[in-house]
């Protein structure tokens, strides 16, 4: 199954999305606020935010299954409202609740979803997905026999089975163990380097530092941040030493913009900005007041920090 060709390097761009829902019980509820984001190809770009930021209903507009109050959205070069069918062909959803007939093996799941994409002679690409997804091995067993983390890939290869350029993932490694989630995002690493689009949800910080190439954090229907991950992260311009002493902390030094804070007798913190003082003036400083250093721990800012500084209640 194949869909417009897009010469462009955007993936997914969405213009002044937004998204108000009318209840005639309430007044009218506004879940996205204008919502601006260009996408990539071939990234594995992450949508974060808290319950209720509006993260659902994007992905919703996205794939077709709510419809938009305002603004554009394109995928893969199709516009959703003039070219609907072939932006949803563009687009594999793998939602986060289970959805599959535990009397069907995978091969039968495979054969029912891509009738109905009108996938001609699916039996090359059914072979060809569960392999990506590692489940050749299961093939003709029913679902129901299936573990855990087997069931995730077989709804992975259901998104996959009309072989979309684009595959969302919502929270696809929520309530799995450390080893089941390791093998799962080596499954979409694979499907990444072979060219695939990924965006995903999660509430996993490290696991969504560690894996986007970039990410926008959603917040009260709007996108308060996105971009490259490192580089976001690396524009909150703070830094901490944890430096451990051989004696008791020696309280007689002053820095200009630098905090210490004793933990311990002999344990203390720093706090600094980068930007305005060089960590190394601080280490001469604490020299130079008599303390003997015994070890010295660096800790740079991370996701979760600027998670939190994005999306804190004001």
């Given amino acids: 199954m194949t869909t ?8 997914i761009k969405i213009t002044k999305l937004k998204k108000i829902y009318n209840n005639n019980k309430s007044d009218p509820v506004e879940a996205l606020k204008g919502i601006n984001l260009n996408i990539p190809k071939k990234s594995i770009y992450g949508l974060l935010g808290p319950n209720g930021a509006g993260k659902s209903t994007l992905i919703n507009i996205i794939a077709g299954l709510v419809i938009k109050t305002e603004g554009e959205v394109v995928v893969w070069g199709n516009n959703i409202d003039t070219n609907s069918r072939n932006a949803k062909l563009a687009i594999g959803v793998v939602p986060q609740e289970l959805i599959i007939d535990p009397f069907f093996t995978p091969i039968e799941t495979l054969q ?3 009738g109905f994409y009108g996938v001609v002679n699916p039996k090359n690409i059914i072979e ?7 489940l050749q091995d299961k093939a003709n067993s029913y679902a129901r026999s299936l573990s855990g983390g087997m069931r995730r890939r077989l709804m992975i290869a259901k998104a996959m089975v009309h072989r979309p350029p684009i595959l969302i993932l919502d929270e696809p490694t929520a309530g799995v163990d450390v080893e089941l989630r390791q093998l799962l995002w080596k499954n979409i690493k694979i499907l990444n380097s072979a060219g695939v689009t990924i965006v995903l949800t999660t509430h996993y910080l490290e696991e969504a530092e560690a894996m986007c190439d970039q990410l926008a954090i959603i ?3 709007r996108v308060v941040a996105q971009g490259v991950t490192s580089e976001m992260i690396a524009k909150l311009d703070k830094k901490e030493l944890i430096i451990l002493t051989e004696k008791n902390y020696i309280k007689n030094i002053n820095l200009k913009n630098v905090k210490f804070s004793l933990l311990k007798p002999n344990k203390i913190k ?12 601080i280490i001469e400083k604490i ?13 740079e800012p991370d996701l979760e920090e600027l998670f939190l500084e994005l999306t804190k209640k004001t």
């Avoid at 720093?270 to 003036?281: A, I, L, Q």
């Avoid at 130079?288 to 800790?299: A, D, N, V, W």
Wanted: aromatic share 6%; charged share 20%.
């Fill in 112 to 114: 029912y979803q891509s």
């Fill in 4 to 11: 417009n060709i897009n010469n462009s390097n955007t993936a």
């Fill in 287 to 299: 020299y130079e007041s008599g303390t003997k250093i015994k070890s010295i721990i660096s800790r």
């Fill in 270 to 281: 720093v706090t600094f900005k980068p930007s305005e003082v060089n960590e190394g003036n």
């Fill in 219 to 221: 917040n009260e229907g």
């Fill in 128 to 134: 060809e997905v569960l392999k990506s997804v590692g």
